[in-house]
């Protein structure tokens, strides 16, 4: 597992040289009890579930930084019983792992492990791209609760008698939840610049801006502008029309024509937060639009290898295109509206080559490199 820092904490994975402290945390009544598990009775007993975990690879010991005395542990599980089936039910989609926790007694209330699990949801959701984080504690275990509402989890479900305590016996749970889409959506509030989805007929861009959406961001169709235009003039909003007002627009005002009309709106919706863009193509757009914003403007480029691009346009519901006409669209897009430029100098690319759920995973990469920069 890859190692996590906190201000006081390390979070790594746990050796066999740190049987000793593990054996002395877990071995002091009233700590596993309230995590269902009875405190360890023997040398052997911890050493056994140290190799466990070891084997395993998802719990990270708690490293205390300045004495480097191990003083408790987090995992982090990706499992498929009962309780993932419930929650599926609940409406939580794709990966889910469930973390749990446990410190040694001397240290607790002192924020140590609100700082733990708040590093651990950073990189669950950044670097291993999970959708959800489940996290549950017995009814009467309240300062899990506490930690849990301090870390930002949503209450999901309680579940009754459903989990054996240490006598075996089955008790209630209160699961919380995290969503990908809440971690970001919080996270890039106030994220102050315009992101523009670039890409190829059929790459995906669509789906990509619905994401955007789906984390309360506003977004401007440069599309609209045509539609606009013709509704100024009373004209039908047809395809003839359409490609004629925007062959005007782009000799009145040349290969910006978009962005130098989108310009003020663009300008006023970032004033509100995360903005994407949807539908910028030109090379003149982006560097008109670069110069406007002082470059407060992120080309995110999605990609997919030509030939599922056509598989996708001629099996797509909504307005299909065979092999030919989307090879001719693509060859006008790039020798007439220059749309090869922002895709070669993206910031960032998304491979649209795999499944929704991939499209998703890699989704969250590009939101965790936005939080970096
Ligand atoms: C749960 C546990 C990991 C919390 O660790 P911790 O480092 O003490 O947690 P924090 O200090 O970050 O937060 C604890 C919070 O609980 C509060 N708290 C402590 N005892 C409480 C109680 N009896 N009732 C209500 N709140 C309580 C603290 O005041 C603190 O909240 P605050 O910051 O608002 O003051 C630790 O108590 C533990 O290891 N317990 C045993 C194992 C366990 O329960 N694991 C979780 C299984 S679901």
Known sequence: ???????????????????????????VEGVGEMAGWSCHKSMEESQEILSRFIAEGHTYCLEDNL???????????????????????????????EIGYVLEKQHWNKGLMTEAVLRV?????????????????????????????????????TLEKIYPNQKGE?????????SAFDYFKKRLKK???????????????????????????NKIYFGGVTVAQLKKQGLEINEVNERAMREGLRKKYGMSAFSVLLVDEIKEKLQRGGLVLDGLYSWSEYTHLNVALDGNIVLCAVVTNRNLRYERLATRTVRPLSRQQAMSRDYSEIENLEKGGPIACAHFYIDNNGTEEQLRHNFYDFLAYLLKK
Request: proline share 2%; aromatic share 10%; glycine share 8%.
């Open 170 to 178: 089955k008790v209630d749970v209160c699961l919380y939840y995290m």
């Open 67 to 97: 004495s480097h005395v191990v003083i408790g542990s987090i995992g982090i599980e990706e499992k498929n019983n009962e309780i993932f089936d419930i929650v599926r039910q609940k409406g939580l989609f794709g990966t889910i792992v």
């Open 191 to 217: 994220y102050s610049k315009a992101v523009a989805v670039v890409g190829m007929c059929g790459s995906g861009k669509s789906v990509l801006t619905e994401m955007f959406e789906k984390l309360g961001w």
């Open 1 to 27: 597992m890859k190692t996590l820092y906190t201000q006081r904490l390390i979070l790594r994975d746990f050796a066999q040289t740190d049987l000793v402290d593990f054996n002395r945390y877990c071995s």
């Open 121 to 157: 949801i950073d990189h669950c959701f950044c670097d291993l791209h999970v959708d959800n984080i489940l996290v549950g504690h017995f009814p009467d275990n309240l300062q899990s609760k506490r930690v849990i509402e301090k870390c930002g989890f949503s209450p999901l479900i």
